[in-house]
């Protein structure tokens, strides 16, 4: 590669690499309005104290009172205060929180006696004790016995309440602190950031061993796009934690990873083929318990021969041949489509990986690229990223499609849709992996552009739902060359 000056960079065909040009374009390169925020689990700890700090304010009551408090309200601050000044004492009679006004004993406090183990003080083994608040004393190594099974077995440690079976008192975090070891404090303190997950709009990530949390700024609705990507660079989808699906609804991809999963599914279908016919009236699949049985009649009352399909009359004459490619033929199709879209949604996901694998070979490569700027690095970083993400897109459509019903204007009008959009993506991939997006600036800046509107359409029709309604027009042929008027095709 001949030597380029730090913000231009000319090809062979003298086409022209502003910098500029490329920051602007890449902005617009099917990357919507981000709708989340990534947080980490020092920003999480900030946002819960700085709730309990202003629950303690504004209700003027102690920082322990104040968390136990957002941790029965699901850290809504507003809620907080609504239930609190609508009933105070109603909210302190749910929760069991002690009256500040309230006297406590020390009786068992002045003794050193602990509740549980008296014999402690018979052997002169004076433990120190604690109590919730409410003058059950117990020593310190009941109470840690007690917090750390509970800490074993969960987040249930975070509503742990007295001792005493016949007091309902919270446990407050200090005591915690003061009495168990610095590893289940730890184990504590992460199950109280996790806590903060019953905020509306916070959801943890669910890839192993990654701490980090995604705020979702907008209420989830039945319809739109909750594909989120965490700092880890694990893609879910924020609505049902599964992995990201866009543009298909939480259900259809559901109803897709389940089949999918489904170890019987072609098992079943090939039962089907073998042992079972549909019926001719309303297609039901009969298995006939005797081979030789000719006449069936089905649950719908209608009457058939089981060997040729044909309606049963008197002097019926069976046609054997016509069975056989009447009985097996849509249990056979119904086979060979799902395993056509199957393949399809697989092929994309493993070239998908394919692309990660380039887009990784193609950083190290150009870093050891002498005059190579970090425009430059970023620009053909950026289309590799598009292409991962364009194939996830393409792998989900054909899910989407697979439910469509089949030979209607919709379904084929969105097959039109995505063989324009996929026809792109390989020809940008093909430029992408023969290095040629810097050669050819000119023409791997149309490529983009091309392919990013494709695919923003694809995505646009299925997520807004403009196919149901196009797909009922008389003029879909005229919409189609609307749609596709600002497009310029190289």
């Given amino acids: 590669m001949d030597h380029v000056s730090e913000d231009y960079y000319y090809s062979d065909d003298d086409n022209v690499y502003d910098s500029d040009d490329h920051d ?3 902005k617009s390169l099917g990357n919507k309005e981000k709708k989340y925020t990534v947080l980490s689990e020092c920003d999480i700890r900030q946002r819960q104290e700085d709730c ?11 920082k322990a009172v104040a968390l136990i408090l957002l941790l029965e309200y699901n850290w809504s601050v507003n809620n907080v205060h ?20 309230t006297n406590t004993p020390t009786i068992y406090e002045n003794r050193r006696l602990c509740r549980i183990c008296l014999y402690r003080r018979v052997l002169g083994r004076h433990e120190k004790v604690h109590d919730a608040g409410c003058g059950h004393f117990f020593c310190s190594l009941c109470w840690k016995d007690y917090i750390t099974k509970s800490i074993e077995n969960g987040a249930g440690c975070l509503n742990l309440r007295c001792l005493d079976p016949d007091c309902s008192v919270p446990v407050g975090q200090a005591l915690v602190k003061e009495v168990v070891s610095d590893k289940d404090y730890g184990m504590y303190l992460r199950y109280l950031v996790r806590s903060y997950e019953g905020n509306d709009y916070i959801k943890f990530c669910p890839a192993a061993r990654c701490d980090y949390a995604v705020e979702f700024k907008y209420k989830v609705s039945c319809r739109g796009n909750f594909d989120v990507t965490c700092v880890c660079t694990h893609s879910f989808c924020w609505k049902c934690m599964e992995e990201a699906h866009s543009p298909v609804d939480c259900d259809t991809a559901a109803k897709w990873m389940s089949k999918r999963s489904d170890e019987n599914e072609t098992e079943s279908l090939n039962w089907i083929m073998a042992h079972c016919k549909p019926c001719p009236r309303c297609e039901r699949q009969i298995e006939s318990k005797n081979k030789y049985l000719q006449l069936m009649t089905c649950i719908c009352g209608f009457e058939f021969c089981y060997l040729c399909l044909s309606p049963w009359g008197f002097g019926h004459t069976c046609n054997q041949v016509s069975q056989d490619e009447k009985g097996t033929n849509k249990p056979k199709n119904m086979l060979d489509r799902y395993t056509d879209f199957y393949e399809k949604w697989a092929a994309n996901e493993s070239l998908r990986e394919k692309a990660k694998g380039c887009l990784q070979a193609n950083i190290e490569k150009l870093k050891k690229e002498q005059g190579m700027t970090s425009s430059q690095l970023s620009f053909v970083t950026e289309t590799w990223q598009l292409i991962i993400e364009c194939r996830r897109v393409l792998k989900w459509t054909y899910a989407y ?3 469509l019903p089949e030979d209607e204007t919709k379904s084929q009008l969105f097959e039109y849709l995505q063989g324009g959009a996929e026809s792109r993506l390989e020809r940008l991939y093909h430029y992408a992996e023969k290095d040629m997006m810097l050669q050819h600036y000119g023409e791997g800046m149309n490529l983009i552009r091309v392919t990013q509107e494709l695919f923003l359409k694809l995505v646009q ?8 309604e196009l797909g009922s027009s008389g ?16």
């Fill in 24 to 26: 602007d374009t890449m």
């Fill in 52 to 62: 309990i700090t202003e629950v303690s304010n504004v209700l003027c009551v102690s």
């Fill in 82 to 101: 609504e239930v609190w000044f609508a009933d105070e004492e109603k909210v302190r009679k749910t929760i069991c929180l002690l009256d500040q006004n």
């Fill in 401 to 403: 499609r697979y439910y």
């Fill in 461 to 468: 029709e299925v997520e807004n739902g403009n196919l149901d």
């Fill in 475 to 490: 003029n879909r042929d005229i919409s189609l060359t609307e749609r596709f008027d600002n497009i310029e095709v190289s």
